[in-house]
Nanobody, 125 residues
Framework: QVRLVESGGGLVQPGGSLTLSCAAS????????MSWYRQAPGKEREWVAT????????TYADSVKDRFTISRNNAKNTLTLQMNSLKPEDTAVYFC??????????????????WGQGTQVTVSS
């Protein structure tokens, strides 16, 4: 059973930093690209960053580029989001997502998305 548990959210002042973690279980880390999303009150969930299964490639939304860093530790099956220079508009519930490849043969697979329950980040003075 796939399980994703986020932690590390909280209240931080503008310009501050926060590190989010996502503990994953129930799948092999090497079989899943992982991402962070966020959802602010009254808004749709938006993509923040993605890291490939091997951790060699990362991509970011323009709104967080150069401020946030996504990383992973496949040995521990954990995902991290380092957030620096936080702004009030970064306030949201942050979610971890795993896109897990399920192989049905050596050449055929399907991808299934799994989500954590989210962790609240509030940026305010």
């Amino acid at each position: 059973q796939v399980r994703l548990v986020e932690s590390g959210g909280g209240l931080v002042q503008p310009g501050g930093s926060l590190t989010l973690s996502c503990a994953a279980s129930g799948f092999a880390a090497s079989s899943a690209a992982m991402s962070w999303y966020r959802q602010a009150p009254g808004k749709e969930r938006e993509w923040v960053a993605t890291i490939t299964d091997g951790g060699d490639t990362t991509t970011y939304a323009d709104s967080v580029k150069d401020r946030f860093t996504i990383s992973r530790n496949n040995a521990k099956n954990t995902l991290t989001l380092q957030m620096n220079s936080l702004k009030p508009e970064d306030t949201a519930v942050y979610f971890c997502k795993a896109a897990v490849r399920q192989y049905y043969s050596s050449t055929y697979y399907q991808t299934y998305d799994y989500w954590g329950q989210g962790t609240q980040v509030t940026v305010s003075s």
